[in-house]
């Protein structure tokens, strides 16, 4: 399959799942500061997509609240934690969105449904989803970017078959993806 030429720039956005591409996924659930561990290299590749992107757009499914296994409040502090470590590091994140809901729910703010990302358009209406790339480490993230008409990168654990209807992208990690796009090499 051709991949896509894109010409990234300030009017792009970048819709990153939290766990497994910028922090490790953790046994349980991430529900203190302790348990979030960033990935190598996350912090450079933040700073180095924010001159890129006009938007960087956190969505992320967090049912261990669903679950009784963490509160708002936790994942709130959490997420200070986050945007503070990145925003020290040079980077930074515009807006973070969650879904606490059960998987069993359905809710259309979970992904693989596109709640989360309508609201961030609702936020901001400059983001244009043609002008959009949905990172992340999962089937549903990959749906969502589909579903909202943007372009899917694919970082994490190798994949033995995918689907490249699917994927438009693979990549071992957020700062592989942020050194090819910082080269010019993706687009």
Known sequence: MQKPNL??????????????????????????????IFIDGVLEALKKLSNIFGKIIVVTNQQGIGKKMMTVEELHIVHEYMLKTIKQN???????????????ENSQYRKPNTGMALHAKQDFPEIDFKKS??????????????KIGAYTVYVGKPLTTYDPLLIDYIFSSLYKLSEMLNNNSLI
Not at 21 to 27: A, D, G, K, R, T
Not at 134 to 144: N, R
């Open 133 to 146: 790339i949905v990172v992340g480490d999962s089937l549903s993230d990959m749906q969502l970017g589909k």
């Open 7 to 36: 010409s990234i720039d300030h009017s792009w956005t970048l819709f990153l799942d939290r766990d497994g591409v910028i922090n490790v996924h953790s046994e349980g659930y991430v529900n203190n500061i302790k348990n979030f």
């Open 90 to 104: 040079g980077g930074r994140i515009d807006k973070i969105y969650f879904a606490p809901h059960l998987e069993s």
